[in-house]
C-alpha cells in the first residue's frame, strides 16, 4: 500500500511538470493529541505528545487555488491499556504513522497571508496493528510568506482512523481521533 501512495504522488507531480503550477516541500513539527480506544475487553488512554510531518506537492494548479501534496505525519503516543474484566493494565508506546493524500484550496488575499482548507485520506499505520487501516484529514490554518519562496505557518488537522484490529489478541477497536496543531515551514520552486 506505500508503494502505490508513493508512486501515485510521483506520478502526479510528474504529470504536472508542464503545466503552470509549482511544486513545494513543507515541514511541520507540533503536538498531537491521541483520543482514547477500546474493544469488548480492553481501554486504551493515550498521552499528548510531538509529531512530525513532512509534505511534497503542487500548489496554484490551473490558477485555481487548488494545492494537491501527498504528506507523512509520525508521531509515539505512551499509552495505557487496562482490561476491563481483570483491571489489569499494561503502559507501553504506539508508532503512529500516517500516510495522506491532501487536498487544499488556498485563499488568495492578495496580501502574504494565505488561509486554507484542506481533505486528506489514506492510510494509517500504528504499532501492534493487524493491517493497516483507512484515515481521513481535515486541515485548516494559514501560511505567511516571508520571501518569494519560503513561507511560515500554522495548520490544525483532525484525522479519524479505521479502528485497527490487535495482531497479538486480534481484538478489534473502536475508531481512532486524532488532533494536532503544526507550525510549519515550507518551501516553493
Known amino acids: 500500500m506505500k508503494k502505490i501512495l508513493i508512486a501515485t504522488i510521483l506520478s502526479s507531480i510528474a504529470s504536472f511538470a508542464n503545466a503552470d503550477v509549482k511544486p513545494y516541500i513543507e515541514g511541520a513539527v507540533g503536538w498531537i493529541d491521541a483520543k482514547d480506544t477500546n474493544s469488548s475487553t480492553v481501554n486504551t488512554k493515550f498521552d499528548s505528545d510531538i509529531n512530525y510531518a513532512a509534505e511534497i506537492g503542487l500548489k496554484d494548479i490551473a490558477g485555481t487555488g487548488i494545492r494537491l501534496g501527498g504528506s507523512y505525519t509520525h508521531a509515539e503516543l505512551d499509552y495505557v491499556a487496562t482490561n476491563s474484566s481483570t483491571g489489569n493494565s499494561a503502559a507501553g508506546k504506539a508508532k503512529s504513522k500516517v500516510y495522506l493524500l491532501n487536498a487544499y484550496y488556498d485563499f488568495k488575499t492578495g496580501t502574504a ?77
Request: glycine share 12%.
Open 113 to 189: 497571508l494565505t488561509p486554507f482548507v484542506g481533505f486528506g485520506a489514506g492510510m494509517y499505520d500504528t504499532t501492534d496493528a493487524k493491517d493497516n487501516e483507512f484515515i481521513y484529514g481535515l486541515h485548516g490554518g494559514a501560511k505567511y510568506n516571508v520571501s518569494n519562496n519560503v513561507y511560515v505557518g500554522a495548520k490544525g488537522s483532525f484525522y479519524r482512523a479505521n479502528g485497527i484490529t490487535d495482531a497479538p489478541s486480534n481484538a478489534k477497536f473502536s475508531d481512532h481521533n486524532q488532533y494536532s496543531i503544526n507550525a510549519t515551514l515550507g518551501y516553493e520552486f
